[in-house]
C-alpha cells in the first residue's frame, strides 16, 4: 500500500482534497498533515518527519495565501511559499518520493490578452505570486519528475472565500462594491481535486493548468452567487481595481489555458457557474 502524505490538509483545499484522494486512490493510503503535525518552515523537522513517513508522494498545498498579507509581510510569505516547498522537497527527496506543488495564475502579469499556457514566461506582480514562483523552482530543481498544479479563484466549503464573503456581505449591505477589471475562472475545490488525483493515476509530471472553464470577472462572479442564492435587493456596483486599492497589485487577465490537461489526462473541468451552482446548493 503506497503512502500518499497531504501536507496543508486542513485548509479549504487540504481538506476536499484528502477526501477525493481517500476515495479515488483507494488502494492507497493517504495522510493528511497540517501545522499541528508538521511546520514547513522548520527546515530539519519537515524533512526528518517527511522521512520517517515514508511517503511514495508529498502534495504540499500549505501556504500563506493571504495576498494583501503576503505584500505586507514578505519574509513570512517566502518563508512558507517557497522555503517551505524547499523544506517539504528535501524530505521528498530522502525517501525518494514524488512531490506536487499547487501554485498560482499570479505568478503571470496579466499582460498576455490570452489564456496562459504553461510555458509561457512567468511575471508574477505581487510578493504571493514571487513567493509561489520561488516554491515551483525549488520543487522542480530538488524532486525528479515534480508536479506543479496552477490554480486560481478557489473556492470551497472549507474556507473563507469570495462566495462566503459576498453571501455575508449580501446579509449587512444593500450594495456591495466588486471589482470589474480582472478576469480569471472561479474554481471549485472539488473539482481540482478531482483534477489533482487524475494527474497522480496518470503520473503526470510538469507544469499543468487546472481550472473550472470559462471566464469572468469578479463583478460577474458576485452577481451570479447572489442570483443563483435567490437573493434579490442587493446592488452590485462595478468598480476598479484603482478604487479598491488593495496592497497588492493583481492581474488583469490572468485566464489559465486548460488545453494540456484535456491532451495529457483527457480531462476538462465544467463551467465554473455550473460548478457554483451545485456548490450553492449543496452549501447555500
Ligand atoms: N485560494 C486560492 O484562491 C488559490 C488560488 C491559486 C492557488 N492556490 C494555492 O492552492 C493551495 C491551497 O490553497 P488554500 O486556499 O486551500 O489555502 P488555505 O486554506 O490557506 O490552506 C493552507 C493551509 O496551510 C497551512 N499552513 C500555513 N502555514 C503552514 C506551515 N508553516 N506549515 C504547515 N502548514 C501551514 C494553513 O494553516 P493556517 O490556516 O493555520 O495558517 C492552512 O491549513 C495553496 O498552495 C495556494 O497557494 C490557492
Given at each position: 500500500?503506497?503512502?500518499i502524505?497531504?501536507?496543508g490538509?486542513?485548509g479549504?483545499?487540504?481538506?476536499?482534497?484528502?477526501?477525493?484522494?481517500?476515495?479515488?486512490?483507494r488502494?492507497?493510503?493517504?495522510?493528511?498533515?497540517d501545522?499541528?503535525?508538521?511546520?514547513?518552515?522548520?527546515?530539519?523537522e519537515?524533512?526528518?518527519?517527511?522521512?520517517?513517513?515514508?511517503?511514495?508522494?508529498?502534495?504540499?498545498?500549505a501556504?500563506?495565501?493571504?495576498?494583501?498579507?503576503?505584500?505586507?509581510?514578505?519574509?513570512?510569505?517566502?518563508?512558507?511559499?517557497a522555503?517551505?516547498?524547499?523544506?517539504?522537497?528535501?524530505?521528498?527527496?530522502?525517501c525518494g518520493?514524488?512531490?506536487?506543488?499547487?501554485?498560482t495564475?499570479?505568478i503571470?502579469?496579466?499582460?498576455?490578452?490570452?489564456?496562459?499556457?504553461?510555458?509561457?514566461?512567468?511575471h508574477?506582480?505581487?510578493?504571493?505570486?514571487?513567493?509561489?514562483?520561488?516554491?515551483?523552482?525549488?520543487?522542480?530543481?530538488?524532486?525528479?519528475?515534480?508536479?506543479?498544479?496552477?490554480?486560481?479563484?478557489?473556492y470551497?466549503?472549507?474556507?473563507?472565500?469570495?462566495?462566503?464573503?459576498?453571501?455575508?456581505q449580501?446579509?449587512?449591505?444593500?450594495?456591495l462594491?466588486?471589482?470589474?477589471?480582472q478576469?480569471?475562472?472561479p474554481?471549485?475545490?472539488?473539482?481540482?481535486?478531482?483534477?489533482?488525483?487524475?494527474?497522480?493515476?496518470?503520473?503526470?509530471?510538469?507544469i499543468?493548468?487546472v481550472?473550472?472553464?470559462?471566464?469572468?470577472?469578479?463583478?460577474?462572479?458576485?452577481?451570479?452567487?447572489?442570483?443563483?442564492?435567490?437573493?434579490?435587493?442587493?446592488?452590485?456596483?462595478p468598480?476598479?481595481?484603482?478604487?479598491?486599492?488593495r496592497p497588492?497589485?493583481?492581474?488583469?487577465?490572468?485566464?489559465?489555458d486548460t488545453?494540456?490537461?484535456?491532451r495529457?489526462?483527457?480531462?476538462?473541468?465544467?463551467?465554473w457557474?455550473e460548478?457554483?451552482?451545485?456548490?450553492?446548493?449543496?452549501?447555500?
Amino acid at each position: 500500500m503506497r503512502r500518499i502524505l497531504v501536507i496543508g490538509a486542513k485548509g479549504m483545499l487540504g481538506r476536499d482534497l484528502v477526501e477525493v484522494l481517500r476515495s479515488s486512490l483507494r488502494s492507497d493510503k493517504v495522510f493528511g498533515w497540517d501545522i499541528d503535525e508538521i511546520d514547513i518552515t522548520e527546515e530539519n523537522e519537515t524533512a526528518t518527519k517527511i522521512e520517517s513517513l515514508q511517503p511514495k508522494m508529498v502534495i504540499n498545498v500549505a501556504a500563506y495565501t493571504d495576498v494583501d498579507g503576503c505584500e505586507l509581510h514578505e519574509e513570512k510569505a517566502f518563508a512558507i511559499n517557497a522555503e517551505g516547498m524547499r523544506h517539504v522537497a528535501l524530505g521528498a527527496k530522502r525517501c525518494g518520493a514524488k512531490a506536487v506543488y499547487l501554485s498560482t495564475d499570479y505568478i503571470f502579469d496579466g499582460k498576455k490578452g490570452k489564456p496562459y499556457l504553461e510555458d509561457d514566461p512567468p511575471h508574477p506582480m505581487n510578493v504571493y505570486g514571487r513567493s509561489k514562483l520561488k516554491g515551483e523552482q525549488y520543487v522542480q530543481e530538488l524532486v525528479k519528475d515534480a508536479l506543479v498544479v496552477r490554480t486560481q479563484w478557489l473556492y470551497g466549503k472549507y474556507g473563507n472565500n469570495f462566495v462566503a464573503s459576498i453571501l455575508r456581505q449580501a446579509r449587512e449591505k444593500e450594495v456591495l462594491s466588486v471589482v470589474n477589471d480582472q478576469i480569471g475562472s472561479p474554481t471549485y475545490t472539488v473539482d481540482l481535486s478531482k483534477a489533482i488525483s487524475l494527474l497522480i493515476q496518470r503520473e503526470a509530471r510538469g507544469i499543468f493548468h487546472v481550472a473550472n472553464s470559462n471566464l469572468c470577472t469578479w463583478y460577474d462572479y458576485a452577481q451570479r452567487i447572489l442570483t443563483l442564492s435567490g437573493i434579490k435587493g442587493v446592488k452590485v456596483l462595478p468598480i476598479s481595481s484603482k478604487e479598491l486599492n488593495r496592497p497588492a497589485p493583481r492581474p488583469s487577465y490572468s485566464a489559465l489555458d486548460t488545453q494540456k490537461l484535456k491532451r495529457e489526462a483527457g480531462m476538462t473541468l465544467r463551467p465554473w457557474f455550473e460548478a457554483l451552482k451545485d456548490y450553492l446548493s449543496a452549501y447555500p
